[in-house]
């Protein structure tokens, strides 16, 4: 049955993976100097900001397989990585310092499974359907069968959680276009992580600075099952702060779009009917929650998340979206948080208020009068 979803946001797959066989001589190394091998036997060593190379990737890839996200994994150590790496630091009653050093090597690697393996590429790899490019016009993508990956390669991202950079220098050479060749790929399959008690949403302005724009899917202990970073609003759409609760869990979801919700729109006047797919404007996956038009949901574009704003909703990469979608389920409480004076819980008679549903009511009336009138934004 077809799923429609009028919501307030604007923008916000597995086959044919083998590991390497046993006694295989390991890949050739890369021109960036990455190897299976490399990358693999990175064990212990030290990796702090500003830090790239092997262990950095096996770090990112160790984390996600432990389901503490960074988003999209680039071998490179970010402020993503830097925060993803904080929480597992704490999860696991660490010295939080960002750094993976002795103690945080020594639990990672008890997961012994290789960080990348090899993937040959399958004639339904190659197969699409892809776009050839994706429009930004809201009316001309609703003329389109569907949002899907625009390559192959852009599907592979999706699939091992990686970047189209971090997959080329692995695989110098390789066009990603034909059946046949075998890639060195991130190793991020892992099982569920169970099912969370509570989601958290932490906006913008936190004093815990890895919980900076982050979602936490917890156990009815408190236990950390799942987190990632995310994009949770901005100054025109703030964080909804509050005690929500999930109401509908909808995979390959279409998107109504109406620019009458939108403070500054792209397209304005305009209504439109979005197809499913991952580079639609809310992803493979929609998780609607109890303030209206909002919700927690995937995106199109992975290296952006944690990077910018939304806005109000909450999104994630594709792959982080439908983890959490597993974790969930209609009724699970979600608490959206941030400090009190963030643009979400600013009014000063709603102060007391912060972490209730009434805490940005008064501020998105306002902001939806100023929108009518287009008088400033109080």
Not at 238 to 249: D, N, Q, S
Not at 339 to 362: F, L
Request: charged share 15%; glycine share 10%.
């Amino acid at each position: 049955m077809e799923h429609h979803i009028k919501v307030f946001l604007l923008l916000s797959l597995f086959s044919g993976t083998n590991l390497a066989r046993a006694g295989r001589a390991p890949a050739a190394p890369t021109t960036s100097g990455f190897s299976a091998a490399s990358i693999n036997l990175a064990t212990t060593t030290s990796v702090g900001p500003g830090a790239s190379g092997p262990a950095v990737l096996r770090l990112e890839i160790l984390l996600d397989r432990a389901h503490f996200s960074c988003g999209q994994i680039d071998g490179r150590y970010g402020q993503n990585l830097k925060n993803a790496l904080e929480a597992y630091q704490l999860a696991n009653q660490l010295t939080v310092d960002g750094v993976a050093g002795p103690a945080v090597w020594q639990l990672l690697n008890q997961d012994s499974a290789d960080a990348v393996i090899e993937h040959t590429i399958s004639a339904a790899d190659v197969a699409g359907p892809f776009n050839s490019t994706t429009p930004t016009d809201m009316v001309a993508r609703s003329k389109l069968k569907g949002m899907y990956y625009e390559s192959a390669l852009q599907a592979f991202t999706g699939k091992y959680h990686a970047s189209e950079a971090l997959l080329r220098s692995l695989n110098p050479g390789q066009t990603f276009d034909s059946a046949g060749p075998e890639i060195l790929v991130p190793n991020v399959e892992t099982p569920n992580s169970g099912r969370a008690a509570s989601v958290l949403v932490t906006g913008l302005k936190t004093r815990e600075r890895y919980r900076t724009a982050s979602v936490e899917a917890l156990d009815s202990n408190g236990k950390v099952l799942f987190y990632t970073t995310a994009n949770v609003g901005g100054t025109h759409d703030p964080l909804p702060v509050g005690k929500w609760k999930v109401t509908e869990i909808q995979h390959n979801p279409w998107y109504y779009y109406n620019s009458d919700l939108f403070w500054a729109p792209e397209n304005p006047n305009t209504k439109a009917k979005i197809p499913p797919g991952p580079n639609g404007p809310v992803g493979l996956v929609w998780i609607g929650i109890s303030k209206q038009y909002y919700g927690l949901h995937g995106a199109s574009d992975p290296g952006l998340i944690g990077r910018t704003y939304s806005d109000g909703c909450v999104r994630m990469t594709n792959w982080d979206a439908l983890e959490l979608a597993k974790l969930v389920v209609v009724g699970t409480p979600v608490i959206m948080q941030e400090d009190a004076g963030s643009p979400g819980a600013r009014d000063e008679k709603n102060a007391g208020k912060t972490g209730s549903p009434e805490s940005t009511e008064d501020f998105r009336a306002a902001q939806s009068a100023a929108k009518r009138t287009g008088g400033p934004q109080q």
